[in-house]
């Protein structure tokens, strides 16, 4: 594990790391200058092993990515007095390296072959030096926190049982008498909302501010999270799910039952699904193995309406967030912070 005293805050932003634009160049400005030190502290945090191990942990790192979770918290450490304090740097780094670590996780659980367009490490090193290394970032975030102090450790630690939680939830699926929408959208709170929460809490809190605004934009960050992943439903199912490595429908190859396909599934319980959306369905719950069956399904679903149920529904979280901000005074960060929900549920990848 690297020592702290390696950890130092210098230049050294990965390339292949994409900043989204916010469109407010007074928070821009910091927001870059703030994922230039995580980008290094990332680097730091996975390295210092030998080198195979090194590159194993680095491999996530390396293959760059958008970096939401550290965005947000640099935009909502704009709401405290201190937007510059070292603690902002660690603590986003804290999030993006328990974020990254779930990803190793999760590649393992869903036998991923790719990730971020790159082969993943579970396909590249076998399930086992995967896990290890998700294991490792995770405790190397476990370090890094404890700086922050007891308070942030059990923030922390709660938000991570909430996100192994969430996973449990979805792998057991839900019990009779629970509606499997609502079921799905709490395992998303939890799974990807909690983490999300925490990256703006911790942005707030260790810029200074105090509870309350802390509190608000927490709520702001569970949703958001939420509207990013119903998002990812339909962006699943495009062309541009290319962009991230997928091939369109891979959840549905595997049985994974997304928010589209639950809604049909609503309709066909509410006996309101035509004949040609049971056609479909039962499509759906075929042998897709074949790749012209896949696309053949894909196709059709893209055309149904509960896609654009689902891109309803994404924005109705989004909305609800910025709503959440309604305590705020306005202010550049909170401008931000609305065009950061905006980007998160109206975008291609």
């Given amino acids: 594990m690297a020592g702290s005293d390696s950890r130092n805050f210098q230049s050294g932003r990965n390339l292949d790391t994409v900043i989204i634009d916010l469109s407010v160049p007074q928070v821009q400005d910091r927001v870059e200058t703030d994922l230039e030190k995580v980008e290094n502290l990332l680097h730091v945090c996975s390295s210092g092993h030998r080198g195979v191990i090194d590159q194993l942990t680095g491999h996530l790192i390396a293959a760059g990515g958008k970096r939401l979770r550290p965005v947000l918290t640099s935009v909502c450490a704009g709401l405290g007095p201190s937007p510059d304090a070292e603690a902002v740097v660690k603590a986003a780094t804290v999030v993006e390296l328990s974020h990254l670590a779930s990803l190793y996780h999760d590649d393992v659980m869903d036998s991923a072959p790719t990730r971020r367009g790159a082969p993943s490490a579970q396909h590249l090193w076998g399930n086992n030096r995967a896990i290890l290394a998700g294991d490792v970032l995770f405790a190397e975030a476990s370090s890094l926190v404890a700086d922050l102090g007891p308070d942030s450790?059990?923030?922390?630690?709660?938000?991570?049982?909430?996100?192994?939680?969430?996973?449990?939830?979805?792998s057991f699926g839900p019990e009779d008498g629970d509606d499997p929408v609502d079921f799905y959208i709490q395992v998303l709170a939890d799974k990807t909302g909690a983490l999300v929460a925490e990256a703006a809490y911790f942005g707030a809190i260790h810029a200074g501010s105090d509870e309350r605004t802390a509190r608000v934009v927490q709520d702001f960050g569970e949703k958001i999270g939420v509207a990013f992943q119903i998002a990812d439903d339909v962006i699943d199912l495009g062309p541009s799910a290319e962009a991230t490595g997928k091939t369109p429908g891979t959840d549905l190859r595997e049985g994974?039952?997304?928010?589209?396909v639950l809604l049909l599934e609503r309709q066909e319980r509410a006996g309101t699904l035509d004949s040609e959306g049971a056609a479909l369905l039962a499509r759906l719950h075929s042998d897709l193995t074949s790749d012209a069956a896949l696309d053949a399904v894909v196709s059709e679903l893209r055309e149904h309406s509960v896609v654009e149920e689902t891109r309803g529904l994404a924005q109705h979280w989004s909305d609800e967030a910025v709503r959440a901000?309604?305590?705020?005074?306005?202010?550049?960060?909170?401008?931000?912070?609305?065009?950061?929900?905006?980007?998160?549920?109206?975008?291609?990848?």
Avoid: I, W, Y
Wanted: hydrophobic letters at 45%.
């Fill in 325 to 349: 901000l309604d305590p705020l005074p306005e202010s550049p960060v909170k401008e931000a912070l609305v065009a950061f929900a905006h980007l998160m549920v109206n975008r291609n990848a």
């Fill in 256 to 260: 994974v039952r997304t928010l589209p």
């Fill in 153 to 170: 450790a059990r923030h922390h630690a709660k938000a991570f049982e909430r996100m192994c939680v969430g996973q449990l939830n979805e």
